[in-house]
């Protein structure tokens, strides 16, 4: 089934050259799961002695099962649209789904993602707390974006 829910974003991404239809593959998807996955196990190890690292870590996986989704849908952001493209798409389609608002909170994390890469004079630093949340999301994204998929109701979109 294609997502009606959020269609409208799709539609104003596709046509806008921030999202690309491509053929529709479950193996990228599992592949971006795959590495999800192992940024999130890597990110534990970090949180106490880099927590800027594991936050960035932990924001990649988060957007990596995102893509997945899209993957699915035989959608991919462009250079053009790149991670914005990803999270709004996610977030249009599928944040609030069966409980599940950690699509919502992808967009404050891709900020506090830039804060810590690309620091001004008043930019905060990254403390352990920051980093556990942000494994936290990107731990719940993984779920949330593997039960979608295992639903079966992923469709290319149309």
């Not at 996955?37 to 106490?48: C, K, N, P, R």
């Not at 389609?93 to 891709?110: I, T, Y």
């Amino acid at each position: 089934m294609t997502w009606a829910r959020g269609r409208d974003v799709i539609d104003r991404l596709l046509r806008e050259g921030e999202l690309d239809s491509v053929a529709a593959s479950t193996d990228v998807a599992a592949q971006l799961l795959t590495t999800a996955q192992a940024h999130v196990t890597l990110a534990a190890l970090g949180v106490d002695d880099d927590p800027a690292g594991a936050l960035q870590l932990s924001y990649d996986a988060a957007r990596k099962a995102s893509a997945a989704l899209l993957a699915i849908q035989g959608l991919r952001a462009t250079t053009r649209g790149g991670h914005i493209a990803v999270i709004d798409a996610v977030r249009a389609q599928f944040n609030d789904r069966g409980g599940v608002e950690v699509f919502g909170k992808l967009n404050r994390l891709r900020r506090r993602r830039n804060d810590s890469e690309y620091p001004s004079a008043d930019s905060p630093g990254v403390t352990r707390d920051d980093a556990r949340d942000a494994l936290e999301t990107a731990r719940t994204t993984i779920a949330a974006a593997q039960n979608l998929i295992d639903s079966g109701r992923l469709d290319p979109f149309a």
